[in-house]
């Protein structure tokens, strides 16, 4: 099991209405076939850290993992969730997988989406804060 876990943090004057669409679709995208379980909410971290709220899905390996990336329905939400956010924290994911390689595999999987997608990656890689 891989569990991707991001902690993100609304822009500035984003709405309470802006935020529960966001929420949604973070929901929506968390409940598609490759994932065997979610949660999506308030984080529980420190406050100091900036980060709000938190995205965490369960996925039951890598090919579930790629499929869950390259999902219509996760490909259609970023592009409508990433213009609300200040920042994302990716990780720290774990997994019960003693692989060591495991997460050069991950993120070979992201380089892969990243190149075929350049706009998701344009829209991403301003957000991002590596955990």
């Keep these: 099991m891989i569990v991707h876990m991001l902690r993100f943090a609304f822009k500035e004057g984003t709405t309470e209405e802006e935020k529960a669409r ?3 679709l ?13 949660t999506v909410g308030q984080s529980l971290a420190d406050p100091a850290g900036g980060f709000t709220h938190a995205y965490c899905v369960g996925i039951q390996d890598l090919a579930a993992l790629e499929r869950y990336m390259h999902d219509p329905v996760h490909l259609a939400g970023d592009p409508e969730i990433f213009p609300h956010l200040a920042r994302i924290a990716v990780g720290p994911d774990v997994s019960d997988d003693m692989d060591p390689a495991l ?26 804060t590596l955990a």
Excluded: C, N
């Design 22 to 24: 966001v929420l949604t």
């Design 26 to 38: 973070m929901r929506r995208t968390a409940s598609i076939e490759s994932v065997s379980f979610a």
């Design 103 to 128: 997460a050069d595999e991950i993120m070979a999987l992201h380089e892969k989406k990243a190149a075929l997608y350049p706009e998701w990656a344009a829209q991403l890689g301003p957000l991002l």
